[in-house]
């Protein structure tokens, strides 16, 4: 069983970071507001009335959902478990559950928890081959232009990415079949 301060721990550091990611949203939406009146200023008052709130939807939207998930009771919704012990400790649980060793007694269940996080990371593999396929058409339809430097990096990105994660999904079952 879990230490209850634990979980609370963690679940206030995860409050922590969504109402930061919340605040930052806010800032882009407002500052991409700035750069349109700059880049134009004889567009209409609504434009830039409207803007802002039409930005922030789709930004605040995911974080909406997962708060209401979390109220809700669900566990992949919930603060991982690990965010709420100390970084040192954090640091040899997550190596001893990549490296496929045992844990103390006290970090059974964190580590559980976090092999299982690293198994619930094949989900993520479907949009590898969806955005490298998106971004390179893009990249070999137009021409080229600065941001295409951008793309280049990010097709990098998500055709390396999918080995990183299969090779820690694999780490996660290793560890469940081991110690559970």
């Known amino acids: 069983m879990v230490d209850p301060e634990i979980a609370q721990l963690a679940r206030r550091r995860q409050d922590r970071w969504l109402r930061l990611l919340a605040g930052l949203f806010l800032l882009v ?3 991409a507001c700035g750069i349109l009146y700059a880049a134009d200023p004889d567009l209409p008052l609504w434009v830039f009335l ?3 709130p039409l930005m922030l939807v789709p930004l605040l939207a995911p974080l909406a959902w997962l708060v209401r998930r979390r109220r809700r009771g669900s566990d992949q919704a ?3 478990l690990l965010w709420g012990v100390e970084k040192e400790r954090r640091v040899r649980i997550i190596k001893a559950v990549r490296a496929g060793e045992p844990v103390p007694e006290q970090d059974q269940d964190i580590a559980a ?3 299982v996080n690293l198994v619930r990371q094949r989900r993520f593999l479907w949009w590898a081959p969806l955005l490298v396929l998106l971004w390179g058409w893009n990249l070999l339809t137009g021409d080229f232009v600065a941001w295409d430097v951008m793309r280049v990096i990010a097709i990098a ?3 390396v990415l999918p080995v990183f994660v299969v090779r820690d999904v694999r780490r996660g079952c290793r560890w469940l079949e081991r110690h559970t």
């Open 50 to 52: 409207a803007a802002p």
């Open 157 to 159: 990105v998500w055709v």
């Open 113 to 115: 928890q976090a092999a």
């Open 78 to 80: 919930q603060a991982p």
């Open 29 to 31: 939406a407002l500052a």
